[in-house]
């Protein structure tokens, strides 16, 4: 489970899911936020580990799903450029009923001697085979296609990164959520316990009424929070099941046992290296330029001249059983001459597509720059915040306890347990966020080296 924390990213496109003020964003897709739903739903909840998350996403999540569709089409523009260079063979047999008019075809005919033929059968069984010799077009035109392929093959790593992410975050922001409620639920009952103590105390004429209207004020507040928690804790399931594609309707619970995850072990300027070979997107965008060339080089090629060969072999005859072999080879050059100006307006095409894609590209390497250095940015202030976080949330508890004895002693009224309370509220709600933010900053960076599902792989032993 080394590194599986990291993937913690993408999902974070909507606000309404980033949690805390310093959790890093980064904008996906929205067709990552679906999934195809399989299987029935059981009465019995599912357990669910973050690994079982992200193994269904790989296999039901809609933006995959659409990207893979995507290089099937890629694979089958290659086969229709590679047909072009491939031998076409293709065979027939058939039997003909004639009568012909010699005269028609030219033939020298003694005067008296009829003109018309038959009627007669011809029998003819015949395979024909066409091949390209020489068609730098074709070639080119292949060349590009296959670029194209390596390109959607990017994609297709690019979106399983993402889908890796969007999981795992989905799964965090859920486990976030149930750490909400329980924290929620934990102040709750200490607020009850709060007011019935102010309840007693003031029975024993200790303290006033304004302290036990104090204790039920935050009671009722803790209460609101409590709904409003688990409301939000069923809506991120919701949202989970959404982008794994759980079967509708299926109930499940999750697991919490996650690792505690380092941040990769990189400089700056080995993280931006890695990135530039390893980002499948920056990855696919270079192999679209490539494409791009290959294509100006065949509309180019449209004036040159082009060989081919073509052949047929079979049996002809009068019936089949009197059929004699007989045979075509020849050989042909086509020379273009003028085309009204066809190769000249693709050229003009060509030439315009390939500098977008050029421009494209270098915008994504100052993306990629801009990711990679965002994100240890990121890491370094959301490392430091969660120590910040970490160590109020345990003052916090202190002062509570502390709050909680000088109330009971009669030293103090109870308005220094509602601030203790407070305090305990947001220290807590500030530690679930800086861990979340955290975990975020570290999944920026995996995605912007662009080694998050390699590294989900190197942490559960396997391709999941």
Sequence with gaps: MKSVLTATLLLVASAAWAQGPTAPRLNINPSFFGSVPDGTATSEPVALTIIDAITRSLQHNLGLLMTEETAGKA??????????????????????????????????L???????????????????????????????????????????????????????????????????????????????ESAEALSKQAGDLKESGL??????????????????????????????????ARVIGLP?????????????????????EQALDEAYKTRPDYQAALERIQA?????????????????????????????????????VAGAVDVPIFNGGRTKGRQQQADAALRQLK???????????YDVRTAFLDLQATSEQLQVATRARELAQQQLTQARDRFSA????????????????????????????????????????????????QSVGGRP
Excluded: C
Aim: aromatic content about 6%; charged content about 20%.
């Design 110 to 188: 003694p005067p008296g001697t009829p003109t018309m033929v038959g009627p007669f059968n011809v029998f003819d069984a015949r395979v024909r085979l066409s091949q390209s010799i020489v068609n730098l077009e074709a070639t080119n035109a292949d060349r590009a296609a296959r670029y194209n392929l390596e390109a959607s093959q990017h994609d297709v790593s690019s979106a399983r990164d993402l889908v890796v992410l969007a999981s795992t975050n989905a799964y965090l922001q859920a486990l976030a959520a149930a750490a909400r409620v329980e924290s929620v639920r934990a102040q709750l």
């Design 248 to 268: 509708i309707g299926q109930t499940f619970t999750l697991s919490d046992a996650l690792p505690s995850v380092p941040a990769p072990d990189l400089t700056l």
């Design 359 to 369: 421009a494209a590209a270098e915008d994504l390497r100052a993306e990629v720059d």
């Design 410 to 457: 009669g030293v103090t009224n109870n308005i220094e347990v509602v601030q203790a309370q407070q305090a305990v509220a947001e220290s807590s709600e500030q530690y679930i966020s800086a861990l979340y933010g955290y975990n975020v900053a570290k999944a920026l960076l995996s995605r912007g080296i662009g080694i998050a599902e390699a590294e989900v792989h």
């Design 292 to 328: 791009a060339e290959a294509e100006r080089r065949a509309v180019a090629s449209e004036h040159l001249p082009s060989v081919r060969l073509n052949a047929d072999y079979g049996a002809l005859g009068l019936k089949p059983s009197d059929a004699e072999a007989t045979w075509t």
């Design 75 to 108: 694979q089958g523009a290659r086969w229709q450029t590679l047909a072009n260079l491939l031998p076409n063979i293709s065979g027939g047999v058939q039997e003909v009923r004639q009568v012909i008019n010699l005269a028609a075809y030219g033939f020298p």
């Design 207 to 240: 303290v006033a009424g304004i302290d036990v209207l104090r204790a039920e004020v935050q009671l009722s507040t803790q209460r609101q929070r409590a709904t409003a928690a688990k409301n939000e804790f069923d809506k991120s399931k919701l949202q989970l």
